[in-house]
Nanobody
């Protein structure tokens, strides 16, 4: 069973960049497809990005496509979310999640393991 912990959240000005990391432990990391989700105040949690087990396939929500990049380092048991051209509407708690599967999913219901989340605040 994998445990996840996110790092790298903080306060950034609009237009700036931030990189989130998610460290996994307790499982064989390359057995899991990974996803990033976020939840803004008063809103439901939404999908942001996902990546296949070996990193060869990535998916993005329309709201972040072209601005965010998901990647992973299986040797380091870590998945990353590089965020650029940040907007105030990107303000949210960001969660990483793991799914033990060959296929990537954009549905949070498909992910069994979750981190505790890290706050990202983008000021205007």
């Amino acid at each position: 069973q994998v445990q996840l912990i996110e790092f790298g959240g903080g306060l950034v000005q609009a237009g700036g960049s931030l990189r989130l990391s998610c460290q996994a432990s307790g499982g064989t990391f390359n057995r899991y497809t990974m996803g990033w989700f976020r939840q803004a105040p008063g809103k439901e949690r939404e999908y942001v990005a996902a990546i296949s087990r070996l990193g060869g396939t990535t998916y993005y929500s329309d709201s972040v496509k072209g601005r965010f990049t998901i990647s992973r380092d299986n040797a380091a048991n870590t998945v990353y979310l590089q965020m650029g051209s940040l907007k105030p509407e990107d303000t949210a708690v960001y969660y990483c999640a793991a799914r033990e599967s060959f296929t990537v999913s954009t549905s949070e219901r498909e992910y069994a393991y979750w981190g505790q989340g890290t706050q990202v605040t983008v000021s205007s």
